[in-house]
């Protein structure tokens, strides 16, 4: 699991893709990291923040835990809506939520922010197989 797999699913999701705008290619404005389109609003970046082993067997890992921050940027204060639909999509998808801070306002930029940290662990091969 990495950070393109989760744009993967996110972008999979109508029920949040429809509440994000359009770049100029018509694709749902969720982005790995930074942005081509600085100004394409609403959207999503979505960052690997941490990536450890949690369960091991003869001291090799078995289980590994991968933590992602989600920000949410807009224009105008759309981002209960789309912080909702982005929960939901992460829960049916096997995320938790491990974090969540408040609405911002970036006054010189004129932008909302939120932004969410899930978490999900995923099995990984036995070594002796």
Known sequence: MDASTLVDELLASPEL???????????????????????????LAVFESDREYTRFA??????????????????????????????????RNGYQRYGQVQDDYLQDMDIYVKSATYTIKDQLPFPWE
């Open 58 to 91: 003869d001291d090799q890992p078995l289980e590994e835990e991968i933590t992602f921050r989600i920000d949410i940027y807009a224009r105008e204060n759309l981002l209960y809506p789309i912080n909702a639909a982005l929960h939901s999509t992460m829960r």
């Open 17 to 43: 893709t429809t509440l994000l705008a359009t770049d100029p290619y018509g694709n749902p404005a969720i982005y790995q990291i930074l942005s081509p389109e600085a100004e394409v609003f609403p959207q």
